[in-house]
């Protein structure tokens, strides 16, 4: 059971991100807390989160949120990639350092599904949404990340 933890915390993050919050007059606004549960998991344990794991979950998190099939999974498989290939200069770091991390690759996702969302459309789409979700994703991580991490030493232990 333990060795699935990641997987099963990645899920519950994925369908909370489906349930949007309305701010403003902005719809379907809702924190990437997948993408908070994939970096939690891939800097600290990746040998428990494989890519098959991300695809499936990314796959499902867009049906049942009316999204484009696919975006997710293929922004969540990029995102364990970019963190696999530089996890050696962010592991043992200072929380802001991590933090800063995730808030470059944050900002990284939020325009790449913002660009294969215009892509798709055939025009420009609007920047505020993206941007709007990126910082609210930002703000958020550090109470994701602590979560993460006490259900990791709880559950799994250091690692």
């Known amino acids: 059971m333990v060795n699935v933890l990641p997987i099963a915390t990645t899920v519950v993050?994925?369908?909370?991100?489906?349930?949007?919050?309305?701010?403003g007059g902005f719809t379907a606004l809702t924190p990437a807390f997948t993408l908070m549960a994939v970096y939690?998991?891939?800097?600290?344990?990746p040998d428990l989160l494989p890519a098959l794991s991300l695809f499936i979950i990314g796959?499902?998190?867009?049906?049942?949120?009316?999204?484009?099939?696919?975006?997710?999974?293929?922004?969540l498989l990029l995102v364990r990639a970019i963190v696999s290939g530089h996890r050696?200069?962010?592991?043992?770091?200072?929380?802001?350092f991590i933090w800063a991390g995730f808030t470059l690759l944050t900002g990284g996702a939020m325009l790449f599904l913002w660009a294969l969302h215009s892509l798709?459309?055939?025009?420009?789409?609007?920047?505020?949404?993206?941007?709007l979700r990126a910082v609210l994703t930002i703000s958020m991580f550090p109470v994701a990340s602590l979560l993460l991490g006490r259900t990791?030493?709880?559950?799994i232990g250091a690692g």
Do not use: C, K
């Open 59 to 75: 796959v499902i998190q867009d049906l049942l949120s009316g999204g484009l099939p696919g975006a997710t999974a293929i922004m």
């Open 88 to 96: 050696h200069y962010l592991v043992n770091q200072p929380f802001p």
């Open 40 to 45: 939690y998991w891939t800097l600290y344990r």
């Open 13 to 23: 993050a994925a369908l909370l991100s489906i349930e949007p919050l309305r701010i």
């Open 120 to 131: 798709l459309a055939g025009n420009v789409l609007e920047l505020r949404e993206p941007i």
């Open 152 to 155: 990791q030493r709880a559950m």
